[in-house]
C-alpha cells in the first residue's frame, strides 16, 4: 500500500473533520447550543447523524464479523434497526420526546426523565448508569476503529487507540453537540457510498449476486460439525428455531441491539435537536435509507465473505481471521479490494467509529457534568460548557484504559451489552414519561434499579458469555453458571430482565403516590 497516498488522503480528511469542528465551535455560544444544537440542526443532518452515531465501527468491523460465522440471518437485525430504530423511534418516540424536552427545558435525557418525574434523583442516578456502563460501549467502538487502524498502517494496536481518540477528543471538547452532528453528516455521507460500492464490488468479484448466492448456499456442507450440530445450517439460512445458534442469534445480538436502540441516550438526545415534528417526519426515510444501506450491505458482505476465501485459500473466513471475527472485514478488504477502495473503506470506517464515540463522549460528558456535577453541587453563576468539557475529556481517558484492557472479539458482544442494559434500565420509564400519566416517581427508580441490577446479575451468574470469564459464580458456587441447562446460559439478560423492569414499573406505580396533575399537563401540552 502506498503509504504517502494513505497519509495524503486521511490529512485531508481530518482538515475537512477539523473544519466542521470548528464551524461547530464558532456556533456555540450558550449551553443549549453545546448541548442541544440550539434546537435548530436540519433534518438531514439530524437524521444522517441519527444514523452515524448508531452505526458505529462495532456494526461494520464488529457485526459485519459476526455475519461472517453467523450468516445472512443477521440481516433480521437490520430489518428491527429500521422499523424499530427508525420509523417506531422517530414517530412513537422521537414526536413526543422534542415537544416535552421543550417543555420541560430538558438538555439531555436523564434531565428529561429526572424533569419529567420531577426528580433530581432520578436525573443523577441515570446519568451515574450512562458514566459508568457506557465506556465499555465506547471502548469497543475504540476497539473496532484501532484495530483496523492497526490492520492498515501495521502499527501498535496502543498507538492506534491512542491516535484515534486524541483526534476525537479535539473537535468533540471544543465544538459541542453542533460540531459533533456537522461531522456525523459528513461521516455518514462517506459510510453511505463506502458500503454501497463494497457491496457492489463484491457482487462483481463473486459473480453476480445470484450466482454468489446460489454459491454460498451452496457450501452449507462445509459448516464445522460443532457448530452444525448447534443449528447452524449454512451461510444463507437462518439457524434451526429453538437451536443453540438461535437463541444466540436471536436474543443476543438481534433484539439486544434492536430493541435496545429505542432507549440510548446518545440518540435520544437527536430528537431534541430539531424544530419542531415536520423535521422529524423529513428525517424518517433518510434514516431508514441509510440504516438500510451501512448494515444490510455490510452483514451480507460479512456472509459472502465465506465464499471469496474459500475460493481464493480454501478456508473459511473465520479460519483467515485465526478466530478473531473483528478481523473477518479488514481482512477481506485488504484481500479482495483494490488498494484505491481500501483508502475510502479506512475513512469509512474512521468515520463510522468518530461518528459514534463522538456522541457517546458528549453524552458521558454531560452526564457528568449537567446530570451528576452540577446536582451534586448547584452553584449559581457556573461555567456548563466548561464543566462538560472537562466531562468529557475524563469519559474519554476512562474509555481509552477499559480499551487497552478488553479482550480480542469483544465489539459485537460489547455493544450487545450495553444496548441491552440501557433498554432494561431505561425504556420501561422513557416509554412511560411519554405516553403514561399513570407512572409515578418510586415506579420508575424501582424499574431502574431493578432492570439493571437484574441485568448485572444474569450477566455474573447466568449468561455463559460473561459469567464463565469473569469467574465470580465459579468463585461463590463452585460453576460457571447457576442453571446450566438449556437454554439459560445463552439467552441474552433483555429477555428477563426487560420485562421485570416493566413489571416493577406498572406493580410500584399502581401503589405509590401519583404525579401532580398540573405538572402532566404541562408536560403533555402540545405533545401528539
Given at each position: 500500500?502506498?503509504?504517502?497516498?494513505?497519509?495524503?488522503?486521511?490529512?485531508?480528511?481530518?482538515?475537512?473533520?477539523?473544519?466542521?469542528?470548528?464551524?461547530?465551535?464558532?456556533?456555540?455560544?450558550?449551553?443549549?447550543?453545546?448541548?442541544?444544537?440550539?434546537?435548530?440542526?436540519?433534518?438531514?443532518?439530524?437524521?444522517?447523524?441519527?444514523?452515524?452515531?448508531?452505526?458505529?465501527?462495532?456494526?461494520?468491523?464488529?457485526?459485519?464479523?459476526?455475519?461472517?460465522?453467523?450468516?445472512?440471518?443477521?440481516?433480521?437485525?437490520?430489518?428491527?434497526?429500521?422499523?424499530?430504530?427508525?420509523?417506531?423511534?422517530?414517530?412513537?418516540?422521537?414526536?413526543?420526546?422534542?415537544?416535552?424536552?421543550?417543555?420541560?427545558?430538558?438538555?439531555?435525557?436523564?434531565?428529561?426523565?429526572?424533569?419529567?418525574?420531577?426528580?433530581?434523583?432520578?436525573?443523577?442516578?441515570?446519568?451515574?448508569?450512562?458514566?459508568?456502563?457506557?465506556?465499555?460501549?465506547?471502548?469497543?467502538?475504540?476497539?473496532?476503529?484501532?484495530?483496523?487502524?492497526?490492520?492498515?498502517?501495521?502499527?501498535?494496536?496502543?498507538?492506534?487507540?491512542?491516535?484515534?481518540?486524541?483526534?476525537?477528543?479535539?473537535?468533540?471538547?471544543?465544538?459541542?453537540?453542533?460540531?459533533?452532528?456537522?461531522?456525523?453528516?459528513?461521516?455518514?455521507?462517506?459510510?453511505?457510498?463506502?458500503?454501497?460500492?463494497?457491496?457492489?464490488?463484491?457482487?462483481?468479484?463473486?459473480?453476480?449476486?445470484?450466482?454468489?448466492?446460489?454459491?454460498?448456499?451452496?457450501?452449507?456442507?462445509?459448516?464445522?460439525?460443532?457448530?452444525?450440530?448447534?443449528?447452524?445450517?449454512?451461510?444463507?439460512?437462518?439457524?434451526?428455531?429453538?437451536?443453540?445458534?438461535?437463541?444466540?442469534?436471536?436474543?443476543?445480538?438481534?433484539?439486544?441491539?434492536?430493541?435496545?436502540?429505542?432507549?440510548?441516550?446518545?440518540?435520544?438526545?437527536?430528537?431534541?435537536?430539531?424544530?419542531?415534528?415536520?423535521?422529524?417526519?423529513?428525517?424518517?426515510?433518510?434514516?431508514g435509507i441509510f440504516i438500510f444501506v451501512v448494515t444490510g450491505f455490510i452483514y451480507t458482505v460479512g456472509s459472502l465473505s465465506n465464499l471469496y476465501f474459500y475460493r481464493e485459500s480454501g478456508q473459511l473466513a473465520i479460519e483467515v481471521?485465526?478466530?478473531?471475527?473483528?478481523?473477518?472485514?479488514?481482512?477481506?478488504?485488504?484481500?479482495?479490494?483494490?488498494?484505491?477502495?481500501?483508502?475510502?473503506?479506512?475513512?469509512?470506517?474512521?468515520?463510522?467509529?468518530?461518528?459514534?464515540?463522538?456522541?457517546?463522549?458528549?453524552?458521558?460528558?454531560?452526564?457528568?457534568?449537567?446530570?451528576?456535577?452540577?446536582?451534586?453541587?448547584?452553584?449559581?453563576?457556573?461555567?456548563?460548557?466548561?464543566?462538560?468539557?472537562?466531562?468529557?475529556?475524563?469519559?474519554?481517558?476512562?474509555?481509552?484504559?477499559?480499551?487497552?484492557?478488553?479482550?480480542?472479539?469483544?465489539?459485537?458482544?460489547?455493544?450487545?451489552?450495553?444496548?441491552?442494559?440501557?433498554?432494561?434500565?431505561?425504556?420501561?420509564?422513557?416509554?412511560?414519561?411519554?405516553?403514561?400519566?399513570?407512572?409515578?416517581?418510586?415506579?420508575?427508580?424501582?424499574?431502574?434499579?431493578?432492570?439493571?441490577?437484574?441485568?448485572?446479575?444474569?450477566?455474573?451468574?447466568?449468561?455463559?458469555?460473561?459469567?464463565?470469564?469473569?469467574?465470580?459464580?465459579?468463585?461463590?458456587?463452585?460453576?460457571?453458571?447457576?442453571?446450566?441447562?438449556?437454554?439459560?446460559?445463552?439467552?441474552?439478560?433483555?429477555?428477563?430482565?426487560?420485562?421485570?423492569?416493566?413489571?416493577?414499573?406498572?406493580?410500584?406505580?399502581?401503589?405509590?403516590?401519583?404525579?401532580?396533575?398540573?405538572?402532566?399537563?404541562?408536560?403533555?401540552?402540545?405533545?401528539?
Amino acid at each position: 500500500m502506498d503509504t504517502f497516498t494513505l497519509g495524503l488522503v486521511v490529512i485531508v480528511y481530518l482538515l475537512l473533520i477539523a473544519y466542521l469542528g470548528y464551524v461547530g465551535f464558532k456556533k456555540t455560544k450558550t449551553a443549549k447550543d453545546y448541548l442541544l444544537g440550539g434546537r435548530e440542526i436540519h433534518p438531514f443532518v439530524m437524521a444522517v447523524s441519527y444514523g452515524a452515531t448508531f452505526i458505529s465501527t462495532s456494526a461494520i468491523i464488529g457485526f459485519g464479523g459476526i455475519s461472517g460465522v453467523y450468516g445472512m440471518g443477521l440481516i433480521w437485525l437490520t430489518f428491527l434497526n429500521i422499523f424499530v430504530g427508525v420509523f417506531i423511534a422517530f414517530i412513537f418516540f422521537g414526536r413526543r420526546t422534542r415537544k416535552m424536552g421543550h417543555n420541560l427545558d430538558a438538555h439531555t435525557f436523564p434531565e428529561f426523565i429526572g424533569a419529567r418525574f420531577q426528580s433530581k434523583s432520578i436525573q443523577m442516578l441515570i446519568g451515574a448508569i450512562i458514566f459508568v456502563a457506557m465506556p465499555l460501549y465506547a471502548a469497543v467502538v475504540l476497539i473496532g476503529g484501532a484495530r483496523f487502524i492497526e490492520s492498515i498502517f501495521q502499527i501498535d494496536f496502543g498507538i492506534a487507540l491512542t491516535f484515534f481518540s486524541v483526534i476525537i477528543a479535539a473537535y468533540v471538547v471544543a465544538g459541542g453537540l453542533k460540531g459533533v452532528m456537522y461531522t456525523d453528516a459528513l461521516q455518514g455521507g462517506i459510510m453511505f457510498v463506502s458500503l454501497f460500492f463494497l457491496l457492489f464490488m463484491t457482487y462483481i468479484k463473486l459473480g453476480g449476486v445470484s450466482g454468489a448466492h446460489e454459491a454460498l448456499t451452496n457450501m452449507a456442507n462445509l459448516v464445522p460439525e460443532s457448530l452444525h450440530q448447534q443449528g447452524h445450517h449454512g451461510w444463507t439460512v437462518f439457524p434451526s428455531l429453538g437451536s443453540a445458534w438461535w437463541w444466540i442469534l436471536t436474543t443476543n445480538i438481534i433484539l439486544g441491539v434492536g430493541i435496545g436502540v429505542l432507549a440510548q441516550p446518545q440518540l435520544v438526545v437527536r430528537f431534541m435537536t430539531v424544530k419542531s415534528n415536520r423535521e422529524l417526519n423529513r428525517a424518517v426515510l433518510i434514516g431508514g435509507i441509510f440504516i438500510f444501506v451501512v448494515t444490510g450491505f455490510i452483514y451480507t458482505v460479512g456472509s459472502l465473505s465465506n465464499l471469496y476465501f474459500y475460493r481464493e485459500s480454501g478456508q473459511l473466513a473465520i479460519e483467515v481471521a485465526k478466530g478473531n471475527v473483528d478481523l473477518i472485514i479488514p481482512e477481506f478488504l485488504n484481500a479482495a479490494m483494490p488498494e484505491w477502495f481500501v483508502y475510502l473503506f479506512m475513512l469509512s470506517l474512521l468515520s463510522a467509529g468518530m461518528s459514534t464515540l463522538s456522541s457517546q463522549f458528549h453524552t458521558m460528558g454531560t452526564s457528568i457534568g449537567r446530570d451528576l456535577f452540577e446536582n451534586l453541587f448547584p452553584q449559581k453563576n457556573r461555567n456548563s460548557m466548561l464543566i462538560t468539557r472537562i466531562g468529557i475529556i475524563f469519559a474519554i481517558l476512562i474509555s481509552i484504559i477499559i480499551g487497552y484492557k478488553l479482550p480480542v472479539g469483544i465489539v459485537a458482544r460489547g455493544t450487545a451489552i450495553f444496548f441491552g442494559v440501557c433498554a432494561a434500565a431505561f425504556l420501561p420509564a422513557y416509554f412511560a414519561g411519554l405516553y403514561w400519566k399513570g407512572a409515578t416517581k418510586s415506579g420508575v427508580k424501582w424499574s431502574i434499579w431493578i432492570g439493571l441490577l437484574v441485568s448485572v446479575f444474569m450477566l455474573v451468574f447466568m449468561h455463559q458469555k460473561e459469567s464463565q470469564p469473569l469467574g465470580i459464580c465459579q468463585a461463590l458456587f463452585g460453576k460457571d453458571m447457576l442453571f446450566e441447562q438449556f437454554p439459560w446460559a445463552i439467552i441474552d439478560p433483555i429477555v428477563i430482565a426487560l420485562p421485570v423492569s416493566a413489571l416493577v414499573l406498572i406493580g410500584v406505580s399502581i401503589f405509590t403516590p401519583k404525579m401532580d396533575s398540573e405538572h402532566l399537563d404541562a408536560c403533555h401540552e402540545g405533545v401528539r
